[in-house]
Structures are given as structure tokens and as C-alpha cells.
């Protein structure tokens, strides 16, 4: 059955490139380092799990950034593994991302009753998937890699085996998750079938071309809606509330940045390297994906009362954002990637810093009313400014690193100079301003509220290993916006190699 694989795909067997894998190879060894403290020390090894796993990440970015100095594009497996500055660009985010978790999850696993290898075992493996779906150009490498980074994550969900919630948060995600890959393996089934062959490259020669026979469609449009569900666009995003509320926080904040990413890489290289001739099936399906999710996510999130379910509406809306330039990206091509890109930069630094105070306040009041907040200013002034900060960047208030996320999907709508892209432009502009609404509901409770009398209003304190994740991604959410060229430096030009 193996030695059949290459000849299925078209592949010719090459010498590996270590180099290129190195990242990959990197996570897979210190996953395996953390098993093994675990088993030799037992419970003495739970001290230094965290610190070994966010040292292990931050080994992993030295490859990256040596491939990213050599400069040359690297391909494997006929095509089907590929190493461009489209890869190397979303590695190196998947790994700070899941750098800026493990300090948000150090002191919040610690104190818990589970041993932490598990924790940190399930999610270098995670990461692993996504940063293996970053160089994937071929639909088994994508799908090997979604339902890596997938399984570990329905774990993780539940990880707090006592709690009905986190149980429930689990096993809706799975369920759902599960039912999404089905769909969007059959529409890869049907690709393969008409093209003969599972690289993107070779799929875009068999469906460009003419007008798009019924599999065409149908294959598009089940891949399109499988992917829909990972990114929790609207009408697939109903497991994501429910998922986020039950799950630990900061595993919240990793499926809601980094998985919800992963997805959208996956997107972006489907419509850019799979279906580049074809987007008169893909682009009204993606108008109406980003239209639905961003007035859905905006409309529902206004009612909320949960600060948890309000950032997971708040998310539905972002994904909103992020699938507009994809809907014309037949229209600007690599500009819509890099709109794509900059707007998942941006959006996981403040994403982050945002349930980096989530966590720290719910530490104070064991609560994620929103009600919770009220008077926060009198006794944690700095994490009120900060989660200031981080909501009114996800409204798209200058100078803050939002305006420019917001602003790289307008151009990319206006320049696609089309009906398809002025429409998406237009209802955007009114969904930023609605989303100001709930984002100022909660500074509003944190500023000029009181809190209530019960409440324990004495100094709050902030463990080191929050105090550097709310620095990193303050950090960042000012300097993207004060400086936007630190991130175009990186996302201008052709992105994707189109290996063929």
C-alpha cells in the first residue's frame, strides 16, 4: 500500500531535505523529550514541562530563520512539500503563537489536578500539524496535517475531565469537527478523481479551463465548506461557542488563533494553487462566507454577556474579515494573500493579549460575566489599559495594530475594482463600526462602572509568565500599527511557489 503511494500521486521519491523539515523534526523531538521526562521523573518532572516545551519552540524558530537567510525555495515530494516565504512566514507565527499559549498556560495547567506532559504533549503536536499544513501543496498532505493538528485539539478541549463543560466543549467539538472532515474529504475525493492526482498544482491544470462541470463544482464547494467549519465562518461556526466557553482559557486562545489560522492557510493555498482558474465557483461562495460572518458574528456578539462567548462571536466576525479578500482573489491575486496574512499577524497578537487579561482578571474574580469587569480601573489600572488596548485594535481604532488589518482588506477589496469587491468593501465598513459597540461595552464596564461591593478590589497580581505574554503581544499590537512596515516587509511579492 506505501510503496503504491508515489505512483498514485504522481510523486518521484527524492532524498530528503533535512533542512527544510527541520522544524517539523525539531517539534517531533522535543514532544518526544517531554514524554520521556514525564515517564523517567513522574511527578517531579511537572516543574520543568512548561519551560521544556516553550524552550522547544523557540529552538524550532532557528530553522526558520535559516531558511528564511538561504533564501531558496525547497521542494519535496514531487511538489507536495514545499518550503517558500508563504511557508516560513506562517511557521514562524504558528510557533510564537504557541510560545505566547504555553506562557498563558504555565501557572493556569500548574495549579490544576493533571499531570502536565499530556497538555503540552497534545500541543507541540498540534503545532506540529500546522506548521507541516504550511508547506503542504497536495490535498493528502493537507488533510494529514489538518486532522493532526485537529485530534489533538478535541483534546484538549476537554481537558478539564471534571468539568460537564469543558466535557461537553469537547465533544461538541469533535463531533462537529469530525462531520466537517467528512465533507471536505469527499470534495477532495472528487478532485482527485477528476484530476488523477492529488497536488494542488496538477488539480489547477484539471479544473481551470472552460466551464466547470458539476464535480468541479460540487468538489470546490465541499472543500470550500469543509474549511469553512475549521475557521468557524458563519453558518459552520456553531461549535465554536459553546467549545470556547467549556475549554480551558488558554486553550481557548489557541483554537481561536492559531487553529483558526491553520484553516485559513489551508484556504488560501486551495484558492491560490488549487483553484486559481475557477473562481466563478469559488468567489460567490466566499462573498457569502465573509458576508454572513462578519454581520452574524457582529449582530449576535452585541447580546452577549459572557466575555468568553463574546470573543468567540467577536472571532466569527474576524474570520469574516479574513475570507473578503480570498472572495477576490481571482481579481488581485497575491494581494489578497498578503491581505490574508496581515490580518492573521495582527489579529493573533491582539487575540492573544486580549485572553492574556482574561485569564489574569478571571484569576481575581473566577468569573467571565462581563459584569465581572466593572469597576477594573480601581484596583488593576494596567490590565484595564491594556485590555483596552487589545479591544479597541479589534475594532480597527488607529493607531493601535487593527486599523492596519482592517485597512490591508480594504485596499484589497477596492483594488479588485469589481462588484464583488465594492459590495464586501461597503458591508465591512458597517460591520467596524457595529463591532465598536460590544468592544466599548466592556471598556465602558471597566472604566466608569463600580465594582460591586463584594468584590476583592486590592491590588491584583499577575504571575511573570502572563506579565511577558501581555508584553509580547502589547508589544506587538502597537508596533504593527505605528510601524505597519514590519509586517509588509515580510508579505510583498509572490508568496506561494507554484511547484510544476
Do not use: C
Request: hydrophobic share 55%; proline share 4%; glycine share 8%.
Amino acid at each position: 500500500m506505501i510503496s503504491s503511494l508515489p505512483s498514485i500521486a504522481g510523486f518521484v521519491r527524492p532524498d530528503i531535505d533535512w533542512h527544510a523539515v527541520a522544524p517539523e523534526l525539531t517539534l517531533l523531538g522535543v514532544g518526544a523529550v517531554v514524554t520521556l521526562l514525564d515517564i523517567v521523573l513522574l511527578e517531579r518532572g511537572r516543574a520543568y514541562t512548561s519551560a521544556l516545551a516553550g524552550i522547544g519552540l523557540l529552538v524550532a524558530l532557528i530553522p526558520i530563520v535559516t531558511l528564511a537567510a538561504d533564501g531558496t525555495t525547497r521542494e519535496m515530494f514531487g511538489g507536495a512539500f514545499v518550503v517558500d516565504d508563504f511557508a516560513l512566514i506562517l511557521k514562524a507565527m504558528f510557533i510564537v503563537v504557541a510560545y505566547i499559549v504555553v506562557l498563558l498556560s504555565t501557572n493556569y495547567i500548574a495549579e490544576g489536578d493533571y499531570w502536565e506532559n499530556e497538555y503540552y504533549g497534545l500541543m507541540l503536536s498540534a503545532v506540529m500539524g500546522m506548521v507541516l499544513m504550511a508547506s503542504a501543496r497536495d490535498l493528502v498532505t493537507i488533510f494529514v496535517a489538518l486532522e493532526l493538528l485537529s485530534i489533538p485539539a478535541y483534546l484538549l478541549a476537554a481537558w478539564r475531565k471534571a468539568d460537564p463543560k469543558s466535557n461537553e466543549a469537547g465533544l461538541k467539538y469533535y463531533l462537529m469537527g469530525v462531520f466537517a472532515s467528512a465533507i471536505m474529504l469527499y470534495g477532495m475525493s472528487l478532485l482527485f478523481g477528476l484530476a488523477g492526482d492529488t497536488r494542488l498544482s496538477a488539480i489547477s491544470d484539471a479544473v481551470s479551463g472552460g466551464d466547470a462541470n458539476p464535480v468541479v463544482i460540487l468538489g470546490i464547494i465541499f472543500v470550500i465548506v469543509g474549511f469553512a467549519f475549521k475557521v468557524s465562518g458563519f453558518p459552520f461556526h456553531t461549535w465554536a461557542p459553546d467549545t470556547y466557553e467549556g475549554a480551558p482559557t488558554p486553550v481557548t486562545a489557541f483554537l481561536a488563533v492559531a487553529s483558526k489560522a491553520a484553516g485559513f492557510v489551508a484556504l488560501m493555498q486551495l484558492v491560490h494553487a488549487g483553484f486559481p482558474g475557477r473562481d466563478d465557483v469559488y468567489q460567490p461562495l466566499l462573498w457569502i462566507l465573509a458576508l454572513g460572518s462578519m454581520t452574524a458574528g457582529n449582530l449576535i456578539a452585541l447580546r452577549q454577556e459572557n466575555i468568553v462567548r463574546l470573543m468567540a462571536y467577536s472571532g466569527v466576525s474576524q474570520a469574516g474579515f479574513m475570507l473578503a479578500p480570498l472572495a477576490v482573489a481571482g481579481d488581485i491575486g497575491d494581494d489578497a494573500l498578503s491581505a490574508v496574512i496581515i490580518y492573521l499577524l495582527i489579529y493573533a497578537a491582539m487575540n492573544l493579549g486580549a485572553f492574556a487579561v482574561i485569564i489574569a482578571v478571571a484569576r481575581r474574580t473566577a468569573s467571565g460575566e462581563i459584569s465581572s469587569y466593572a469597576g477594573l480601573f480601581k484596583y488593576a489600572p494596567g490590565m484595564t489599559i491594556l485590555m483596552t488596548v487589545f479591544l479597541f485594535s479589534l475594532a480597527g481604532i488607529p493607531p493601535l495594530g487593527g486599523w492596519f488589518a482592517k485597512f490591508a482588506v480594504f485596499r484589497a477589496l477596492v483594488d479588485a475594482n469589481t462588484g464583488w469587491g465594492y459590495s464586501l468593501a461597503a458591508i465591512a465598513a458597517v460591520n467596524s463600526v457595529i463591532a465598536l459597540f460590544y468592544y466599548a461595552k466592556v471598556a465602558r464596564m471597566m472604566w466608569f462602572e463600580d465594582a460591586p461591593e463584594e468584590a476583592d478590589t486590592s491590588a491584583l497580581r499577575v504571575p511573570p509568565s502572563l506579565i511577558a505574554a501581555l508584553g509580547l503581544t502589547a508589544a506587538a499590537t502597537l508596533l504593527f500599527g505605528i510601524y505597519p512596515a514590519a509586517i509588509t516587509h515580510f508579505t510583498e511579492g509572490t508568496l506561494i511557489a507554484l511547484p510544476y
